[in-house]
């Protein structure tokens, strides 16, 4: 149990440093500029939805940087199938708090 709280800060902190680093004149932010670019169709104004998971919101990233810890974190094995949602969720609940009140 102890891993998944592990899991879950982990992974708050990631996205948030993921944000951080990808925001304003930050050091990643051409990446993100790219990435953007590279993902918005020719006719549309719009990125693909996959942006927002990958770089572009706190609230979405942790379906993917949370799939991927939990993968080479937690032990494989059928407690994976309800620590994965459970870390997903609670990552992006205390990554949206740690957004809002303190960057």
């Not at 709280?5 to 440093?17: D, E, K, M, S």
Request: glycine fraction near 6%; include cysteine.
């Amino acid at each position: 149990m102890i891993l998944v709280f592990a899991c879950i800060v982990l992974t708050a902190l990631t996205v948030n440093g993921v944000d951080i680093a990808t925001g304003e004149n930050m050091l990643l932010e051409p990446f993100k500029n790219w990435l953007k670019f590279k993902l918005t169709p020719n006719t549309g104004l719009y990125p693909l939805k996959i942006y927002k998971p990958l770089i572009g919101c706190v609230k979405c990233m942790p379906s993917i940087y949370g799939t991927v810890i939990c993968l080479l974190v937690l032990p494989f094995g059928v407690d994976l199938i309800w620590q994965l949602p459970i870390v997903i969720l609670s990552s992006s609940t205390v990554a949206t708090i740690i957004n809002q009140n303190y960057i």
